[in-house]
């Protein structure tokens, strides 16, 4: 199947610090991909480069067959791209922010007024197109920052973070959205700190840290990696550092971190299996206040990768 | 590309209209200068209907060059009349009094002194009360000490030569190494007949420029920092549009700001800034100067604070030096030089000679170009700066 965006060896340095190096992936029509990182990996400046906002050092961008770099307006035509900010003006309503996004891209004028109202049902705001921007939820404002990147139809849907900040009904609205604009064909790339919605939307992810993709692969491939183990959360009431370091020594526990001031949290082969083993090891050191075990999921496999949280 | 273009100038513009920075910077405020010019400064230049006193006691070619140009000079016909004192305290009683404004005193000799390659000294009488009548004695002044300059250097070199002392005099008139004749001419800058309230209008239009065009500038900056900005570049159009947009309302309200400054003038106080065409090209060119200089500072400038505070300084520092504060000519020299790189200097002096003289776009053709390649400087800087970083 022909690709909607293929980028290749992509590197950006700034003043001899490297941001990004040698990033490449496709995405396929209908494809939902996953960008993943901890602050600072590489994923903005990664993004800024797809959508034409950085000039990379080295490496092509290709939308939809359109070489970004020799014919940039071809392929910015087919990408949309929700910034993590509301990239929109407060003064203006949402039907006034649409219309002038649609005027700006080139859309005929006899298609402006239909088009702002499709986009406007398709995010649910059609009911609200006259109130100014800042009278808008901050869910509303995320659901219309979506909706002027849907504008002129893109065939590649790019959004960082576009979730921030928002309640869980417009959140459940937004992926439900989203999994539509997917079923429909639209290629979607994804940067998000809640994992479990890149679990839920994205087919396939790529782990990004200190500038270059870590891992890549289906949610299945990439939980693979840290070959089956659970993830156990404890949190403990005592000598949490002591605790920490005993639980390092303990055989089949591959990753120990200390997430919180009381609570910590492991990567081990068979986990549930090895609780009682645990508890014994801290026994003496910290009481466990409390105790979940999960299996193997990106989360797991991101901390095993990176070692960090998504959301330090 | 147009229409992307216009569609950015559109909501600029209405952005403009609804906060009401257009109609504020546009119309109320040049009305207003015009009128604080047309009712506290309308009228002719004050010094130029002052009386300088004459105190001659050389009896030789320098005071009677004096009179003989000023007599002469139908610029300065029935603005500036010459009375003969006796003495320095007949001078200093009558300044005083306020019978002259100010006072020119040659003592007796000078003309030999300089004749013979000694040099000589004027002296000049001024009052406080009549500072711009000082500055016309003074420039007289100027003129005659570079004449004396001119004939003492000619003298000694001829003396140094071998010629007789008691020829040398006549060896340098026939020669004509004694410098150009005195002559006093119309020079609006240093303080020739100008209305003052076309003058300091036209300086304020000047300076106000900078402020209009220098919001639109702001509020591209205000857009990188919310993120439209990127949320169009990222969109199909060209990467200049979102500046360009800007740039155009930023010049359109400009220009209507300084013509709404002139027609003021003229309509309400019937001031007169000279030929019509002559005075919009400058116009024109000013404002293309102010937008490519704030268009520079906003491709430098790392935020919308940084380039207000920038703009600002610029803006004031090229209205000092540029005439646009306080007159040109009472600057010295070292700074009416340094006024020559800003373009209020330029414009300034190229509107209040239009005031002055009567003359045609031909006589604003120095002003114009040297406008034209500052703005042509500052669009070529700030091309490279926006490519570096808002484009980068």
Same mark, same amino acid.
């Given at each position: 199947?022909?690709?909607?965006?293929?980028?290749?060896?992509?590197? $950006?340095?700034?003043?001899?610090?490297?941001?990004?190096?040698?990033?490449?992936?496709?995405?396929?029509?209908?494809?939902?991909?996953?960008?993943?990182?901890?602050?600072?990996?590489?994923?903005?400046?990664?993004?800024?480069?797809?959508?034409?906002?950085?000039?990379?050092?080295?490496?092509?961008?290709?939308?939809?067959?359109?070489?970004?770099?020799?014919?940039?307006?071809?392929?910015?035509?087919?990408?949309?791209?929700?910034?993590?900010?509301?990239?929109?003006?407060?003064?203006?309503?949402?039907?006034?922010?649409?219309?002038?996004?649609?005027?700006?891209?080139?859309?005929?004028?006899?298609?402006?007024?239909?088009?702002?109202?499709?986009?406007?049902?398709?995010?649910?705001?059609?009911?609200?197109?006259?109130? $100014?921007?800042?009278?808008?939820?901050?869910?509303?404002?995320?659901?219309?920052?979506?909706?002027?990147?849907?504008?002129?139809?893109?065939?590649?849907?790019?959004?960082?973070?576009?979730?921030?900040?928002?309640?869980?009904?417009?959140?459940?609205?937004?992926?439900?959205?989203?999994?539509?604009?997917?079923?429909?064909?639209?290629?979607?790339?994804?940067?998000?700190?809640?994992?479990?919605?890149?679990?839920?939307?994205?087919?396939?992810?790529?782990?990004?840290?200190?500038?270059?993709?870590?891992?890549?692969?289906?949610?299945?491939?990439?939980?693979?990696?840290?070959?089956?183990?659970?993830?156990?959360?404890?949190?403990?009431?005592?000598?949490?550092?002591?605790?920490?370091? $005993?639980?390092?020594?303990?055989?089949?526990?591959?990753?120990?971190?200390?997430?919180?001031?009381?609570?910590?949290?492991?990567?081990?082969?068979?986990?549930?299996?090895?609780?009682?083993s645990v508890i014994s090891t801290v026994d003496?050191?910290?009481?466990?206040?409390?105790?979940?075990?999960?299996?193997?999921?990106?989360?797991?496999?991101?901390?095993?990768?990176?070692?960090?949280?998504?959301?330090? | 590309?147009?229409?992307?273009?216009?569609?950015?100038?559109?909501?600029?513009?209405?952005?403009?209209?609804?906060?009401?920075?257009?109609?504020?910077?546009?119309?109320?405020?040049?009305?207003?200068?015009?009128?604080?010019?047309?009712?506290?400064?309308?009228?002719?230049?004050?010094?130029?209907?002052?009386?300088?006193?004459?105190?001659?006691?050389?009896?030789?070619?320098?005071?009677?060059?004096?009179?003989?140009?000023?007599?002469?000079?139908?610029?300065?016909?029935?603005?500036?009349?010459?009375?003969?004192?006796?003495?320095?305290?007949?001078?200093?009683?009558?300044?005083?009094?306020?019978?002259?404004?100010?006072?020119?005193?040659?003592?007796?000799?000078?003309?030999?002194?300089?004749?013979?390659?000694?040099?000589?000294?004027?002296?000049?009488?001024?009052?406080?009360?009549?500072?711009?009548?000082?500055?016309?004695?003074?420039?007289?002044?100027?003129?005659?000490?570079?004449?004396?300059?001119?004939?003492?250097?000619?003298?000694?070199?001829?003396?140094?030569a071998g010629v007789p002392a008691a020829e040398?005099?006549?060896?340098?008139?026939?020669?004509?190494?004694?410098?150009?004749?005195?002559?006093?001419?119309?020079?609006?800058?240093?303080?020739?007949?100008?209305?003052?309230?076309?003058?300091?209008?036209?300086?304020?239009?000047?300076?106000?420029?900078?402020?209009?065009?220098?919001?639109?500038?702001?509020?591209?900056?205000?857009?990188?920092?919310?993120?439209?900005?990127?949320?169009?570049?990222?969109?199909?159009?060209?990467?200049?549009?979102?500046?360009?947009?800007?740039?155009?309302?930023?010049?359109?309200?400009?220009?209507?700001?300084?013509?709404?400054?002139?027609?003021?003038?003229?309509?309400?106080?019937?001031?007169?800034?000279?030929?019509?065409?002559?005075?919009?090209?400058?116009?024109?060119?000013?404002?293309?100067?102010?937008?490519?200089?704030?268009?520079?500072?906003?491709?430098?400038?790392?935020?919308?604070?940084?380039?207000?505070?920038?703009?600002?300084?610029?803006?004031?520092?090229?209205?000092?030096?540029?005439?646009?504060?306080?007159?040109?000519?009472?600057?010295?020299?070292?700074?009416?030089?340094?006024?020559?790189?800003?373009?209020?200097?330029?414009?300034?002096?190229?509107?209040?000679?239009?005031?002055?003289?009567?003359?045609?776009?031909?006589?604003?053709?120095?002003?114009?170009?040297?406008?034209?390649?500052?703005?042509?400087?500052?669009?070529?800087?700030?091309?490279?700066?926006?490519?570096?970083?808002?484009?980068?």
């Amino acid at each position: 199947m022909t690709s909607t965006l293929t980028c290749e060896n992509l590197s $950006k340095t700034y003043g001899g610090v490297v941001a990004v190096r040698d990033v490449g992936f496709t995405v396929a029509p209908g494809e939902a991909y996953g960008l993943l990182g901890p602050n600072g990996a590489g994923k903005t400046t990664t993004i800024s480069m797809l959508v034409g906002l950085l000039k990379p050092d080295t490496g092509t961008v290709v939308v939809g067959g359109a070489d970004l770099a020799a014919d940039p307006m071809a392929a910015k035509a087919k990408i949309g791209y929700v910034p993590q900010e509301i990239a929109l003006y407060p003064d203006l309503t949402g039907r006034e922010n649409l219309r002038f996004f649609c005027r700006l891209f080139g859309l005929p004028r006899r298609e402006v007024r239909a088009r702002v109202e499709e986009v406007l049902d398709l995010v649910g705001l059609a009911d609200r197109a006259d109130a $100014k921007l800042d009278t808008y939820s901050g869910g509303m404002k995320r659901r219309i920052n979506i909706g002027a990147a849907l504008l002129h139809r893109p065939e590649l849907l790019i959004l960082d973070e576009p979730t921030v900040g928002v309640d869980p009904q417009s959140r459940k609205s937004i992926l439900d959205g989203l999994e539509r604009l997917v079923a429909d064909g639209m290629a979607l790339i994804y940067t998000s700190h809640y994992m479990e919605e890149v679990e839920r939307i994205c087919s396939r992810v790529a782990i990004i840290d200190h500038g270059s993709i870590v891992a890549e692969g289906t949610r299945h491939e990439l939980v693979e990696l840290v070959g089956g183990a659970d993830r156990i959360e404890l949190t403990l009431d005592g000598d949490v550092e002591t605790a920490l370091a $005993k639980l390092r020594g303990l055989g089949g526990v591959t990753e120990a971190v200390r997430t919180s001031a009381a609570s910590v949290r492991l990567i081990a082969e068979g986990g549930r299996y090895l609780l009682p083993s645990v508890i014994s090891t801290v026994d003496g050191i910290a009481a466990v206040t409390a105790v979940e075990v999960v299996e193997p999921d990106l989360e797991a496999t991101f901390l095993h990768l990176t070692g960090s949280t998504l959301r330090d | 590309m147009l229409r992307s273009l216009l569609t950015v100038s559109a909501l600029e513009l209405r952005t403009r209209v609804r906060d009401r920075t257009a109609l504020i910077i546009a119309i109320i405020v040049p009305v207003a200068m015009a009128t604080l010019f047309g009712v506290a400064l309308g009228g002719d230049d004050p010094p130029l209907r002052a009386t300088v006193g004459i105190v001659d006691q050389d009896g030789g070619e320098f005071p009677a060059g004096v009179r003989r140009e000023v007599l002469a000079s139908t610029e300065l016909s029935g603005v500036l009349t010459l009375r003969d004192l006796p003495g320095r305290e007949q001078a200093q009683r009558a300044l005083d009094a306020g019978d002259i404004g100010a006072a020119i005193i040659f003592p007796a000799g000078f003309s030999d002194s300089v004749g013979a390659g000694e040099g000589g000294r004027v002296g000049v009488l001024t009052s406080a009360d009549t500072p711009l009548a000082g500055v016309v004695a003074n420039a007289v002044v100027d003129r005659i000490s570079s004449l004396v300059r001119a004939r003492t250097l000619a003298v000694r070199a001829s003396l140094e030569a071998g010629v007789p002392a008691a020829e040398v005099k006549e060896f340098v008139e026939r020669n004509g190494a004694a410098g150009p004749a005195l002559t006093l001419e119309n020079d609006p800058m240093a303080g020739g007949r100008v209305d003052l309230s076309v003058y300091y209008g036209a300086g304020m239009a000047a300076l106000f420029a900078f402020f209009v065009v220098g919001a639109s500038f702001r509020s591209l900056l205000i857009e990188r920092k919310q993120g439209t900005l990127d949320r169009m570049r990222a969109g199909p159009i060209h990467g200049w549009v979102p500046i360009a947009g800007k740039a155009v309302v930023g010049f359109a309200l400009a220009m209507v700001s300084v013509c709404v400054t002139w027609g003021s003038s003229v309509l309400i106080f019937g001031s007169t800034w000279g030929d019509p065409v002559a005075v919009f090209t400058l116009l024109l060119a000013h404002v293309l100067a102010a937008t490519a200089i704030t268009m520079l500072v906003a491709s430098r400038a790392r935020t919308d604070a940084q380039a207000d505070g920038v703009i600002m300084v610029i803006s004031f520092v090229a209205a000092f030096f540029g005439g646009s504060l306080v007159p040109l000519y009472t600057l010295p020299d070292v700074l009416q030089t340094i006024a020559l790189f800003t373009p209020n200097a330029w414009t300034t002096t190229g509107l209040t000679g239009l005031a002055g003289s009567g003359a045609g776009l031909a006589s604003v053709a120095l002003p114009i170009g040297v406008l034209l390649a500052i703005a042509v400087a500052a669009f070529g800087l700030a091309a490279t700066g926006f490519r570096k970083g808002l484009l980068g």
